[in-house]
């Protein structure tokens, strides 16, 4: 799985950061996104994907590898 942010399209609502902690962050300034592992282990790629349903503005795309 690679993860990629289009930081434009984020609002900043933070839904992705509360489903998937480890790989999502928010700037303290403005609330964007932020990636923290673009790469996430498997054990993380359940919270990716959903994360990425749940995001109101598509901001992440995930590419299965």
């Known amino acids: ?9 984020c ?3 933070g839904q992705c950061v509360l489903v998937a902690p480890e790989v999502f962050d928010q700037r303290d ?3 964007i996104v932020i990636l ?4 996430p282990p ?4 359940s919270a990716a994907r959903e994360a990425a349903q ?4 598509a901001a992440i795309i995930i590419e299965e590898r």
């Open 11 to 13: 609002c900043g609502a």
């Open 36 to 39: 923290l592992d673009a790469e």
């Open 29 to 31: 300034e403005d609330g």
């Open 1 to 9: 799985m690679k993860i990629t942010l289009d930081e434009a399209k």
């Open 42 to 45: 498997a054990e993380q790629h």
């Open 54 to 57: 749940v995001c109101p503005a």
